[in-house]
């Protein structure tokens, strides 16, 4: 079956502009995580969403930051007011449930360049 | 300390060697551990996962676990030029504070040598 996607695939951007990232996540998976890695790094935690509500936003670096999951398949990550510092890899995963045990699987990631 | 600690290596290993890569964490009630693969410009790839304390084998690779010794470990047999990669190590703390997300380490470039 089709597995994460995610749109766009390359997104350049000025600073101080705003940023949407989609992900669609395996059909069926009802969790579904953001991270972010940066060059060098592992991916580091943003937010996650169990259904439709965000279960875990701890990892949101701050108030620029919003993700958004309103049917509970689909979800949005919107920067607002873009920083050179924001310039990372976005990646989106899904699993069957947030129960701790189940699999998270990736997408191919959206490579955000904030000039 | 890092929550969970990976050498970055280079490993470097010729073909058909065992290569062993290793991990620790700090938060005692972590319940899942996980091996990902990341080839250079794409996403991590799930290759093992591992609950429980011992090993666990899947084909060419074998997971380890101790959780007393805040330990886990991937073990590549036969290893070949596919398998260099970068190998991120990740850690489920479901139910405790660190809620259910990874934490990853940094990895480890494994470079396997023909």
């Known amino acids: 079956g089709a597995g994460v996607s995610q749109t766009p695939s390359n997104k350049v951007t000025e600073k101080g502009k705003y940023v949407e990232l989609r992900c669609d996540p395996i059909?069926?998976?009802?969790?579904l995580y953001w991270y972010r890695q940066s060059l060098g790094q592992g991916p580091e935690f943003l937010i996650y969403?169990?259904?439709?509500?965000?279960?875990?936003d701890s990892g949101l670096p701050n108030d620029r930051f919003f993700a958004v999951r309103p049917e509970g398949s689909v979800s949005t990550l919107k920067i607002q007011r873009t920083e050179r510092g924001d310039s990372a890899v976005y990646l989106c995963?899904?699993?069957?449930?947030?129960?701790?045990?189940?699999?998270?699987?990736f997408g191919p990631g959206t490579r955000l360049t904030v000039l | 300390q890092k929550e969970v600690e990976q050498n970055s290596g280079p490993l470097s290993v010729p073909e058909g060697a065992i290569a062993s890569l290793n991990c620790t964490y700090s938060d005692r009630g972590s319940q899942s551990f996980f091996w990902y693969r990341q080839y250079s410009g794409k996403s991590p790839e799930l290759i093992m996962f591992?609950?429980?304390?011992g090993d666990k084998e899947d084909g060419r690779f074998t997971a380890q676990l101790n959780k007393a010794s805040q330990y886990v470990s991937l073990l590549i047999r036969d290893s070949q030029p596919s398998d260099s990669a970068t190998y991120l190590c990740a850690v489920n703390g479901w139910g405790k504070s660190s809620g259910d997300k990874l934490t990853f380490g940094t990895g480890t470039r494994l470079a396997v040598r023909p």
């Open positions: 969403f169990q259904g439709t509500g965000a279960a875990d």
């Open positions: 059909s069926g998976h009802t969790a």
């Open positions: 995963a899904s699993s069957l449930g947030g129960l701790g045990y189940n699999e998270q699987f």
């Open positions: 591992i609950y429980s304390n």
